[in-house]
């Protein structure tokens, strides 16, 4: 587990982060070559069912068991078998995204994630996402800042009693042609919808996730009401069935893809697919990644029907120190990373503070049939210390991740 600070407290409208806990996996081939992944999961269950502490556990006690009956480990392979354990996207994304980049990184001619995905750009627009502030003054002179860096598009935060006023003030101050959008988190409820429809008088390129991850409904009536703004999803839908659901009711015209959310990059490309098959647009959300995060999200966003800027911003926007090289934004562009795999990885010195503050969890890999691996997973319920198998140490069915935790 590696802890940044951010530069600046992160409000929305159920919670403020001072800091960003990150839970990095890493895989190693039998060659050495490594590979890294991050689960974007929260320490709280806030954002989603998914949290720090429970993403480690399901990797350990049930997605790396499934991982050990397997001939050829790949991330496509990897992918459908963690189907068997329901839900948990965040912790399978994590372990997903660390054999595919251990994968591509080792492949006899080792290619980048971007090129893996199937990209089209070299360079993606930069967006932004902006807090809830404690002032109207200190959300003009933030989004002022964010402007004149080179940013092409502010998303505002927003909640009940912090909606009107603020959308009505950056108009006012920066005019008309600045690409802005809203988010509430699911903060509002049908009561408050009037409040939500005078948005539509500002010329916001979307309204994203106004009602509960659940209230589809609620969507679809706010979107009868709308003339213009098109009304955007991200907590309502982790899975293309999910996706699937919501386009045919018609409760969204836009999509925010997050790889953590939707369960990797292989099932967020499915998802960007299959909107593009139903005229939805879509782009990649962010969860305040860490350098390996943001690096595979910028493959992810230079994919063809990406054409809606996302929460892609440089590393200084969260950060004063990356655990990686930095992301750079020149002119309102970000470069995508064109390395092996991801084409980061973490900074040593970060990983050694880390196991300094706590030992990361190290996993050998042990090959097992899937007799032996069901009779884990039957044992699993009692716990990461319950017994091993027959002849075996009590740690045997650990596999090679490992885990900063």
């Known amino acids: 587990m590696v802890r940044l600070p951010l530069v600046t407290p992160f409000r929305t409208s159920f919670m403020t982060e001072y ?3 990150a ?7 039998p060659e050495g070559v490594e590979g890294w992944g991050e689960c974007v999961a929260m320490r709280e269950p806030f954002f989603s069912s998914d949290y720090l502490s429970a993403a480690a556990d399901v990797i350990q006690r049930f997605l790396v068991p499934l991982l050990e009956t397997m001939d050829d480990v790949t991330a496509e392979a990897a992918s459908a078998v963690f189907t068997a354990v329901k839900g948990h996207p965040m912790a399978k994304a994590a372990l997903e995204t660390a054999i595919l980049d251990a994968q591509l990184r080792s492949a006899s001619s080792p290619v980048s994630l971007a090129t893996y995905l199937g990209a089209t750009h070299a360079t993606v627009r930069a967006g932004v996402s902006v807090g809830i502030m404690d002032s109207i003054p200190e959300l003009l002179e933030a989004v002022s800042g964010y402007l004149e860096a080179g940013y092409q598009r502010i998303k505002l935060k927003i909640e009940p009693g912090w909606d009107l006023t603020p959308v009505a003030e950056v108009r006012k101050r920066f005019g008309g042609d600045v690409p802005l959008q809203v988010d509430a988190n ?26 509960a991850y659940d209230d589809l409904w609620s969507h679809v009536r706010l979107g009868r009401r709308l003339a213009t703004t098109p009304i955007c999803l991200d907590e309502s839908v982790a899975s293309p069935n999910e996706v699937l659901t919501a386009v045919e009711m018609k409760a969204a015209r836009i999509i925010n893809i997050k790889p953590g959310r939707v369960g990797g990059y292989l099932r967020a490309k499915q998802i960007s697919e299959l909107c593009a098959e139903h005229d939805v647009q879509v782009w990649v959300g962010g969860m305040l990644e860490t350098g390996i995060g943001r690096a595979a999200n910028l493959a992810l966003a230079a994919l063809p029907n990406f054409k809606l800027v996302g929460d892609l911003s440089a590393s200084e926007r969260f950060f004063k120190e990356d655990i990686t090289d930095p992301v750079v934004m020149n002119h309102g562009l970000i470069k ?16 050694d503070e880390a196991a300094e503050k706590a030992p990361p969890i190290v996993i050998p890999f042990v090959r097992r049939s899937p007799d032996q691996v069901q009779s ?6 009692m716990g990461p210390d319950m017994p091993a198998l027959a002849g075996e140490p009590a740690s045997a069915h650990r596999t090679a991740v490992a885990a900063l935790a």
């Open 19 to 21: 800091h960003r806990d």
């Open 23 to 29: 839970l990095l996996v890493c895989v190693r081939t």
């Open 186 to 211: 699911g903060a509002y409820t049908w009561a408050q919808a009037d409040d939500l429809v005078k948005l539509d008088d500002h010329g916001l390129l979307m309204i994203e996730q106004p009602f």
């Open 336 to 351: 995508v990373p064109d390395g092996p795999g991801i084409g980061v990885a973490p900074y040593k010195d970060v990983l």
């Open 376 to 381: 884990l997973l039957e044992a699993a319920w």
